[in-house]
């Protein structure tokens, strides 16, 4: 199953997962998930063309919450992008429930 991601979150996944990273956010054993997280994260971007957004699977957007909750902890941010961090978290969190129960429905 997959979530329908706005093209301007997408690019905040991207940006953040990169900023996470140059912190050091992540630990050694989590930077392959990462980077095909990334990896996807960037191909939805590439494949938007004249789309408003793009879908991303389940599992990423999961994933990509779980890391922003465990890197908040491990890696502090400036005060002025807590904001735009916890907008995109409750986005995706809202976007996941969504499509839960969809799934749900079916």
């Given amino acids: 199953m997959?979530?329908?991601?706005?093209?301007?979150?997408?690019t905040r996944i991207r940006?953040?997962?990169?900023?996470?990273?140059?912190?050091?956010?992540?630990?050694?054993?989590e930077l392959v998930d990462v980077g095909t997280v990334h990896k996807n994260v960037s191909q939805a971007i590439k494949d938007?063309?004249?789309?408003?957004?793009s879908d991303l699977s389940k599992k990423d957007v999961t994933f990509i919450?779980?890391?922003m909750a465990v890197c908040a902890q491990r890696s502090?941010?400036?005060?002025?992008?807590?904001k735009p961090i916890y907008i995109l978290f409750e986005q995706l969190s809202e976007l996941l429930?969504?499509?839960d129960e969809e799934e749900t429905k079916e």
């Fill in 2 to 10: 997959s979530v329908s991601v706005q093209a301007a979150d997408l």
């Fill in 15 to 29: 940006d953040l997962i990169a900023l996470y990273l140059k912190k050091g956010a992540f630990e050694a054993d």
């Fill in 48 to 53: 938007l063309d004249d789309e408003t957004s």
């Fill in 65 to 67: 919450l779980n890391a």
């Fill in 76 to 82: 502090p941010i400036e005060l002025q992008n807590y």
């Fill in 97 to 99: 429930k969504a499509s």
